[in-house]
DNA sequence: CGTATCGAATACGTTCCTGTATCCGACCAG
DNA sequence: CTGGTCGGATACAGGAACGTATTCGATACG
């Protein structure tokens, strides 16, 4: 059967993933080894080779999984929603993209390392894309439930994950400090009112 | 002359930091070494030895030479403004905080790195807030002119800070996109919009 | 069953990098 | 000019990680 992989082959590339976030979170993509990736998973290097070609495809594999999974979640999170409650709703589109330290290293990491390679590049602006037009008709449809109509929608979503991605920061750069956490609250909702007008009541 | 260093030895010093921000900034502080840094600096590893007892070290001292550079350029830039002028003032702010692909890449990881040791953690918390709180005279005095006060300044720091970042990694993503810049400052008028109200006028 | 194939383990040579211990030259003091 | 010291160069031994070529065992299939 062309095209399928054998569960056994299967089974050994997860072990190596889920291996591999372990390692990059820990020490660092940059600092990670083959070797290291290899020891943590319960494999030799010869398994490695013969699933990957070097740790840089190893790192898109394990980014396109993961951002693909918190993708899905995201989907299935605002899936169902209760269509009467947008307060809850958007309260469920942040929960749905948390800020996780180990995740947000990497990406970090993965991010400047994409900016490195154009071609790498393009391939996270798209999944950024993706990301962004994923959660972006949860606000506006809530919004609406609120009375308010977005007008420009693109801005609104960038404007969403330019807000989540650098108070992210910040909140992991003070964990203790709930003031921070209150005002990443509070610039979410400004950013929402600042990019929603007040529709004519119908 | 106790606590002097001689001339020569701050030469060397200076040219092994420079080149190192170099090495980073082309393979990453991770997959950089100690060989990559003294090549392109032109010395040797004894060299390198006799200033830094590790690369986490020099990474640490560029990191510092760096970051309090660019808070004299900023506070630089925002001291001799046109008090009259709080258009041109805040447009010297934003351009006292570049948007530097090489540099933003290298806090990148040096953020991540970070993240993984509270002491270094503490640290770079302590040198934003410097950033922040060097910055936000400028915005709260511009909006002042503008017939605007800012309750909480607080919380404009921490979104300009957050808006700025957030925004950088856009920009950087999407060199060629005017759209992306456009909607940058756009946010970031929004967010001055919001965090402050008109005064009544004297 | 037996056999063919697939996939992980082994073993190998090589390159790169590390850190230290020592050397040598330049610069300064007297 | 001369001795001392400071700072970078040299040299050395060791270890770590790489990538490949090959082996060997397990699994699927006739």
Redesign the pocket.
Known sequence: MPGT?????A???QRLLDAALEVFAEVGFGRS????VCDRA??????F???FS??DELFLALWEERSARMLGDVRRALADIDPADPESAVRAAIAAAPVDDAWYRITAEFTAHALRNPGLRRVMAARERAIRDAILPVFVTALRRLGRRVSDESALGDALVAVHDGTAVQVLLQPDDAAVRARREALFRNVLDAYSTPMESA
């Open positions: 992989v054998s569960k056994r082959r089974r050994t590339r080894t083959v070797e290291q319960g494999f030799t290097r010869g398994a080779y013969s699933n070097s740790l």
